[in-house]
């Protein structure tokens, strides 16, 4: 069975992989960095739904679901609370420091503006649906989707830039156009 050893942070900075198998000691590891598969898998589904004439809600959710679950662990992975549980995704996200001591409310105005209605979407309306929401739920068109993604893009690369991570060793998960 293989060992499998959950390095969050360094597994994008020391392989620019969100896979790397390595050998040491007789023994084989993987690491895997969550975070990051489910912004490629979010990506993967994206380009998937583009190839189809009529676009419904049942193919957008599971978009904004792994969007929301990659930026939940990409934050609650680095957060420095001693709480057992991880925050909300708006609480993680809108408490992170960047190593200018910017939070992204004064990091970049529009983009705050954007996370909210990302976070909305996916905490309110994706994550915990019901019968009253149905109807702002079925309003979610492709163009919810398009800033989604680039939203999560811009926070990911803001993220990585404030654990100063050298572009060449992320560009290629985050140089999209949506």
Request: aromatic share 14%; hydrophobic share 35%.
């Given at each position: 069975m293989q060992n499998f050893e959950f390095i969050p942070h360094y597994a994008i900075y020391q392989t620019g992989a969100h896979e790397l198998v390595y050998s040491e000691n007789d023994s084989i590891a993987e690491i895997i960095n969550l975070q990051l598969q489910y912004w490629c898998d979010a990506k993967i589904l994206y380009k998937n739904i583009q190839k189809k004439e009529k676009i419904s809600i049942q193919s957008l959710i599971p978009i904004f679901l792994l969007l929301g679950q990659s930026l939940v662990t990409l934050f609650g992975l680095n957060n420095k609370t001693n709480s057992k549980d991880t925050p909300p995704l708006f609480q993680l996200v809108t408490k992170f420091v960047d190593n200018k001591n910017k939070k992204l409310s004064s990091f970049d105005r529009?983009?705050?503006?954007?996370?909210?209605?990302?976070?909305?979407?996916?905490?309110?309306?994706?994550?915990?649906?019901?019968?009253?929401?149905?109807?702002?739920?079925?309003?979610?068109?492709?163009?919810?989707?398009?800033?989604?993604?680039?939203?999560?893009?811009?926070?990911?690369?803001?993220?990585?830039?404030?654990?100063?991570?050298?572009?060449?060793?992320?560009?290629?998960?985050?140089?999209?156009?949506?």
């Open positions: 529009r983009l705050y503006e954007n996370f909210k209605r990302l976070d909305h979407i996916y905490t309110n309306l994706i994550k915990h649906p019901s019968s009253n929401k149905m109807t702002e739920i079925l309003n979610l068109k492709i163009q919810d989707l398009k800033q989604a993604l680039e939203t999560t893009q811009e926070i990911w690369i803001w993220f990585l830039d404030s654990m100063e991570i050298e572009k060449e060793n992320y560009e290629k998960y985050f140089s999209e156009e949506f």
